[in-house]
Antibody, heavy 122, light 107 residues
Framework: EVQLVQSGAEVKKAGESLKISCKGS????????IGWVRQMPGKGLEWMGI????????RYSPSFQGQVTISADKSISTAYLQWSSLKASDTAIYYC???????????????WGQGTLVTVSS | DIQMTQSPSSLSASVGDRITITCRAS??????LHWYQQKPGKAPKLLIY???SLQSGVPSRFSGSGSGTDFSLTISSLQPEDFATYYC?????????FGQGTKLEIK
């Protein structure tokens, strides 16, 4: 069964850096776009960006461009979301999710990770 | 960015009711519209993709319709496990924006 397993909860201070991960298994990791979605406390879902692990083609939402970096290491089937300098407003749950169709970013997210809670104190 | 607007933002209903949630896009998105269900503390779950296709394993009481800018999600007979928050999402163009969500509560 397809699985996306995310790294554990993080507690950080404002200004610190952070990299969280999402490991895919039981499917061809390089062939499916992987995305990141933010959910701030008590709020809705926000699409941050996606990456195609096969060639690391990456697309960002303008709201997150320059604020985070999305990357992937296809040798270990893992995608990453990183911050160079966290803010208190980055406190949220971050989900990774896989696009449904091989090679396409026009389909929905069909498999989701369990979420990583990032808490940033000021 | 394409804006997705759901209505209502919240809805109170009873087990056995038929309910409809609507989602409107700020421009035409063809049928690149998907619906998710999220329960507290859980990741979202895909229900309907491409406006009207039922995701594998999802009960047939869920259905979707629409194209262009106006879409709807219908639950034909609410079950206790259906009380959750529902989101629409477009994948016509990046960023693949979500609606603000509709919280379905028990009356």
């Amino acid at each position: 069964e397809v699985q996306l397993v995310q790294s554990g909860a993080e507690v950080k201070k404002a200004g610190e850096s952070l990299k969280i991960s999402c490991k895919g298994s039981e499917y061809s990791f390089t062939g499916y776009w992987i995305g990141w979605v933010r959910q701030m406390p008590g709020k809705g879902l926000e699409w941050m960006g996606i990456i195609y692990p096969g060639d690391s083609d990456t697309r960002y939402s303008p709201s997150f461009q320059g604020q985070v970096t999305i990357s992937a290491d296809k040798s270990i089937s893992t995608a990453y979301l990183q911050w160079s300098s966290l803010k208190a407003s980055d406190t949220a749950i971050y989900y990774c999710a896989r696009h449904q169709e091989w090679g396409s970013s026009f389909q929905p997210f069909d498999y989701w990770g369990q979420g990583t809670l990032v808490t940033v104190s000021s | 960015d394409i804006q997705m607007t759901q209505s209502p933002s919240s809805l109170s209903a009873s087990v056995g009711d038929r309910i409809t949630i609507t989602c409107r896009a700020s421009q035409s998105i063809s049928s690149y519209l998907h619906w998710y269900q999220q329960k507290p503390g859980k990741a979202p779950k895909l229900l309907i993709y491409s406006a009207s296709s039922l995701q594998s394993g999802v009960p047939s009481r869920f259905s979707g319709s629409g194209s262009g800018t106006d879409f709807s999600l219908t639950i034909s007979s609410l079950q206790p496990e259906d009380f959750a928050t529902y989101y629409c999402q477009q994948s016509y163009s990046a960023p693949n924006t979500f609606g603000q969500g509709t919280k379905l509560e028990i009356k």
